[in-house]
Each structure stands twice: as C-alpha cells, then as structure tokens.
C-alpha cells in the first residue's frame, strides 16, 4: 500500500490504540547520539519494532525539541522514553531491574564480531524464566564521530560490527540500529 505524505504523518494514537501496542523487551540507550535527526529517526524506529523504551544518555537532546519532532514524526510523544546522565548509568540501571538482560553494543573494536554470529542461542534463557518473549535486550548505539564510550563497551555482552564491504567504514547511526534491531527482532 502506497502512502501519501499526509497518511505517513500520523496523528497521535488515541490511549486505546496505544495500550493494544505489546511492547518488545528490547531497550535502546543513545550514548550521546547529538544529531537530532538521528534521535527522532530512532523514535521510528522504536516505534516501528514496538520497543519498550529508548534512553537518552549525556548530550543527546530530549523532547520536546521541534528538531526532533519534525524526524519523528510525531512518534517521540508516544515512544516511551527517558534520559539518564550517561550510558553506563542507564545500563546499570537496567541490569539492577533485570539482572540477566543482554547488552548489545553496536560498534567497530577489536572485540566485536560480526552481526550475522549473533544467534539465538546466546540470546535465549536471558530472562527470568526460559520463554522466549521474557528476553530482554539493550541496544547501545553511540557519539556519530566517537562511537560507543570506553565504559559501556565494557559492560557490554556482546559487541557487533556491521560488516562494510565498499571504500566507507562506517554507516549513519540511524541505518546500523535500524539493522540491528530488525535481527534483534527476529532472534527474541
């Protein structure tokens, strides 16, 4: 179905529409992220895959921001969210809520691997129970220049690297999450 530019800019849902929305357990933390297009680009995106919650962390500018709004497209002002000092905050905040949810940074280093090893199998039984649907998991995504901080990659379970075949060696913010919260999407 093809959309025209007035039907891709949705009004804000009604609370009924919302409360039908099963949120996956999948968190986003934004290590500094500052462009501001990026920040509402990845409120698409957590929308769009139903994430539980996206975290804004040091420098990265929170709603209400009309730059962030006009990427969003409206999805900032129903995407839960929060903000936290920093990302190593953020995510130990989070591993004291659910002590076994996995951390996934997304970032080039010496000890990440390739996106496509990341399987199920390290994924499963990380939450209370043994279900499937009571994984959770935290994408952390970074700084446009500085990447992902020394510190959150240290807190990090795994680290992946998306593979870069052509002359660049590294993708926009916005396309690397958007990929690898599709393949996060598929393996919870």
Not at 73 to 100: C, F, M, R
Not at 139 to 156: D, K, W, Y
Request: hydrophobic share 45%; with cysteine; aromatic share 4%.
């Amino acid at each position: 179905m093809k959309l025209n530019a007035k039907q891709l800019r949705v009004t804000k849902p009604s609370e009924k529409e919302l409360a039908r929305i099963e949120r996956k357990p999948i968190y986003i933390v934004l290590d500094n992220v500052l462009d501001t297009y990026n920040i509402g680009s990845i409120f698409r995106l957590a929308d769009a895959v139903a994430a539980r919650e996206i975290i804004l962390c040091g420098g990265s500018e929170t709603p209400p921001s009309s730059r962030i709004h006009k990427a969003a497209v409206g999805t900032e002002e129903w995407v839960p969210w929060q903000y936290a000092a920093d990302a190593a905050t953020a995510i130990s905040k989070l591993k004291t809520l659910n002590p076994k949810i996995k951390i996934i940074a997304v970032e080039q280093d010496e000890r990440s691997m390739p996106l496509s090893h990341l399987t199920p199998t390290p994924l499963q039984n990380f939450g209370e129970g043994n279900g499937r649907d009571e994984v959770a998991v935290a994408v952390v995504v970074g700084h446009e220049t500085e990447g992902v901080s020394r510190q959150v990659l240290e807190m990090a379970d795994v680290i992946v690297e998306i593979p870069m075949w052509g002359v660049n060696k590294s993708l926009n913010v916005v396309v690397s999450t958007g990929i690898v919260l599709y393949m996060v999407v598929e393996l919870i």
